[in-house]
Structure formats: C-alpha cells, structure tokens
C-alpha cells in the first residue's frame, strides 16, 4: 500500500520560508541603508525649501 503524499502542504510551507527569508533579507538592507538613504532624503529636502525644513 502505498502512502498518500501531502504536496500541498510541503508547497505551503516552502512559502512560508522563502517568506520569511525574504522579510529577514529586507531587514538586514534597511539596517545597512537606513543611515545614507535618510541622508540622501534631507538633503533633498533641505534643497527644495531652501534650508528651511519643511514647511507646510
């Protein structure tokens, strides 16, 4: 008798870690960038108010 295999269930869970892989690789380039690309931001903002932060 042969036993039933549950490929579904191994496709779900294949997500679930490439998900998670994926979430854990995102976190790890926010923490390198963080600092330079909030740099990058104010400079251009400071550029486009002239210095004087945003004003709304």
């Known amino acids: 008798m042969k ?10 869970t294949e997500y679930i870690l490439l998900s998670l892989v994926l ?3 995102a ?3 926010n923490k390198l ?7 990058y931001f104010n400079h ?3 550029l486009r108010t ?7």
Request: zero cysteines.
């Open 3 to 12: 036993k039933k295999i549950n490929r579904q269930g191994q496709a779900t």
């Open 44 to 46: 251009v903002a400071s």
């Open 33 to 39: 960038f963080a600092k330079s690309i909030a740099k």
């Open 50 to 56: 002239g210095g004087l932060g945003m004003l709304p």
């Open 23 to 25: 979430i854990v690789a």
């Open 27 to 29: 976190m790890g380039v």
